[in-house]
Nanobody
Framework: QVQLVDSGGKLVQAGGSLRVSCVAS????????VGWFRQAPGKEREFVAA????????YYADSVKGRFTISRDNAKNTVYLQMNNLKLEDTAVYYC?????????????????WGQGNQVTVSS
């Protein structure tokens, strides 16, 4: 079992930056691929970014590429999502998720464990 706690969401102005974090406890976190997903009101959950167990490989949704950066510190059992140049359409509940598989996957169904989610609101 892996328990994930994500945090850092808040209200931020458009064009601003924010970093959300995902802290894991339980089994060997460094062996898990970690992804970030988001869900806006009335919309389906969508993939944002993923990072390999070592941190050497990353994968981004086109909508965030060049603005968001995913990283991890396995010594701290933590994965980060740095979000820059935030847009109104980035407003959503952001979830981190962990997968035992080795590949970077954009499908929510590929992930075994989920954080509770935290709200990121971008205002004009």
């Amino acid at each position: 079992q892996v328990q994930l706690v994500d945090s850092g969401g808040k209200l931020v102005q458009a064009g601003g930056s924010l970093r959300v974090s995902c802290v894991a406890s339980g089994r060997t976190f460094s062996r898990y691929v970690v992804g970030w997903f988001r869900q806006a009101p009335g919309k389906e959950r969508e993939f944002v970014a993923a990072i390999s167990w070592s941190g050497s490989n990353t994968y981004y949704a086109d909508s965030v590429k060049g603005r968001f950066t995913i990283s991890r510190d396995n010594a701290k059992n933590t994965v980060y999502l740095q979000m820059n140049n935030l847009k109104l359409e980035d407003t959503a509940v952001y979830y981190c998720a962990a997968a035992a598989s080795r590949g970077l996957d954009s499908r929510a169904s590929a992930y075994d464990y989920w954080g509770q989610g935290n709200q990121v609101t971008v205002s004009s």
